[in-house]
Every structure is written in structure tokens, then in C-alpha cells.
């Protein structure tokens, strides 16, 4: 039934805080195989949009539908057992576990339905030790298996982030600027491997970031929003070649890699 319909779609999306209109009249799509950027200066509404998208606030007009199923009053939690994941920041508690425990106690929690006590408390086992290298060696991380989260180099920090996420076996991941604070070499692995996965697990991505490179590099179609609205929607080229979007960006270079600016 599901396949013809979109991964996401968003129809009419508003939100409004006390008189400030973050968001307005937002409508866009996301497919399978899908790795599409939303970008826009501070305070366009990207972060509003994503809080919407995942039932962590509420619209104040419009839909979000998940494969035809509309989430728009949905819970957090609702969303996340339909397929929307999100990668966050791995809480203070993960990080004196090891690596490996981490994914495989997403596993437990989403195959299970819930966190169980033993899980909570370290006793793993061998419960989805197995699926959980499986996720290491796809994310490249399985060399840093046993180590202590907290003993990660940073890079790898954001990949287990993302090994995480894909723990929740989401059919549409959510990603707020997943390169941020990276080295450059590390952010372009971080892409790369982020586009593979969409290939390999025939999943959608949509992902904000404000590194340029990025997205005009690895974004399969980018959105632009400007003060709540969308200006421009298109291919990386397409969106960087449009007058709106360079007014929009004007004097700040953002466009342009260091070698193509003027
Ligand atoms: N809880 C809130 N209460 C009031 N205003 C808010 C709230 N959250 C966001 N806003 C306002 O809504 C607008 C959009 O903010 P939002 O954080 O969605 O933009 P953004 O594109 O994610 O920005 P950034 O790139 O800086 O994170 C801004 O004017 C912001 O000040």
C-alpha cells in the first residue's frame, strides 16, 4: 500500500510562538533513497520544522503525514514507532557505557518495546550482540566496540550518534546539523557514510546543516527556508544557481566553496 505513497509529507505546515511566526505555509515531500538537506540563516524555522515533524511540538495550521498516516497530533514516541528517528546527543549516562552496549540497548528498547531494567543496568549479554556489530561494522565502528563512549574521539562520537539512531530502524531518519563541530575530512566520512546507508537501507534523510560544502556536496535535493517560508526547493545546483537564495545568502560567501568564490 505504502509504496506509492511519500515517506513524508508535509502540507501547509505553521507554527506560531506568542505572535512570532516561525513557520508558514511549509508543504514539501520526502521519498525512499531520499538524502535531502533543509538549510536557511538563524531563525528560518528549520529546528521548528524538525520539532513538528517528530510530534516534539505541536502545528499551529497544516499536516504531517508518515506514509499516508497523519501524525500531526501524534507523541514523540508515537512517531518514533512508525520509523521517524533523530539523532541527538548521547545523554551523560550512555557515555560510561561501551560502544557496543549503547547500540545494543537501542536495539533491546525498540525490538522489545521498551527499556528493560537489565538493559538499563548494563546486563546485555548477548541479547542482539550480534545485530549490534552488524550496525558497528556498516557505521565503522566496530574497531571501538569495548571502548568506553567517553572515551571516543570526537568523530567517532558522531558516528555512534548515528549508529544509534539507526539502532530505532527508522524508515525516515531526522538529523539537526550532524557534521557540526567536525573536521572537515571527518564531516565529508560522516556524509559519505550518511549517503550510504540511505542507499543500503533504502531509507530517507532529511538533515539541516549550515556548512555549504556539505550540503551542496552529499544533499540529493536541498529546501530553502528564509524567515518561515520556503524560497527555493531543487537540486543542489538548481538551488545554488537561484537569485532568491544568493540574495538570501549575499555577502556571506555560504554559497561557494573556497574555490569557486569570486
Ligand atoms: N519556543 C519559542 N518561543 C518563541 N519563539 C521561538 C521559539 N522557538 C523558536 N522561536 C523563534 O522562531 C523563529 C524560528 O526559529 P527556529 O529555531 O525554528 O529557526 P532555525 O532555522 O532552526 O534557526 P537556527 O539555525 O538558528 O537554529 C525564530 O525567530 C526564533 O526566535
Known amino acids: 500500500m505504502s509504496a506509492q505513497l511519500p515517506l513524508l509529507s508535509v502540507e501547509s ?34 529546528s521548528s520544522c524538525f520539532n513538528m515533524m517528530n510530534g516534539q511540538i505541536r502545528p499551529s495550521a497544516g499536516r504531517v503525514m508518515i506514509e499516508g498516516v497523519d501524525t500531526t497530533h501524534y507523541s514523540p514516541q508515537k512517531i518514533f514507532r512508525l520509523g521517524v528517528g533523530r539523532t541527538f546527543q548521547i545523554a551523560e549516562t550512555y557515555l560510561s557505557m561501551t560502544v557496543r552496549e549503547n547500540v545494543q540497548m537501542v536495539l533491546q528498547s525498540h525490538r522489545k518495546g521498551g527499556l528493560s531494567l537489565s538493559a538499563f ?24 566496540a569495548e571502548r568506553l563512549c567517553r572515551e571516543l574521539p570526537y568523530g567517532d562520537v558522531k558516528r555512534l550518534e548515528l549508529a544509534i539512531a539507526l539502532a530505532g530502524e527508522p524508515k525516515l531518519l531526522l538529523m539537526d546539523e550532524p557534521a557540526a563541530g ?18 543500503e537501507r533504502h531509507i530517507g534523510v532529511l538533515f539541516t546543516e549550515h556548512d555549504m560544502d556539505i550540503v551542496f556536496e552529499h544533499a540529493t ?8 517560508e520556503i524560497i527555493a526547493t531543487g537540486t543542489p545546483n538548481a538551488v545554488r544557481a537561484d537569485p532568491q537564495v544568493q540574495a538570501v545568502y549575499l555577502g556571506s560567501g555560504a554559497l561557494y566553496s573556497h574555490g569557486e568564490a569570486h
Open 13 to 46: 505546515l505553521s507554527k506560531s510562538y506568542q505572535g512570532v511566526h516561525a513557520v508558514r505555509g511549509v508543504s514539501f515531500q520526502v521519498q525512499r533513497g531520499e538524502l535531502l538537506a533543509m538549510i536557511g540563516p538563524n531563525g528560518a524555522g528549520k
Open 121 to 144: 543496568f548494563g546486563r546485555l549479554g548477548a541479547l542482539y550482540r550480534d545485530d549490534a556489530m552488524a550496525l558497528l561494522a556498516l557505521i565503522g565502528l566496530d574497531h571501538q
Open 182 to 199: 567536525m573536521a572537515a575530512k571527518e564531516r565529508v566520512a560522516l556524509m559519505e557514510l550518511t549517503a550510504k546507508v540511505v542507499r
Open 221 to 228: 535535493r536541498v529546501i530553502v527556508l528564509n524567515r518561515g
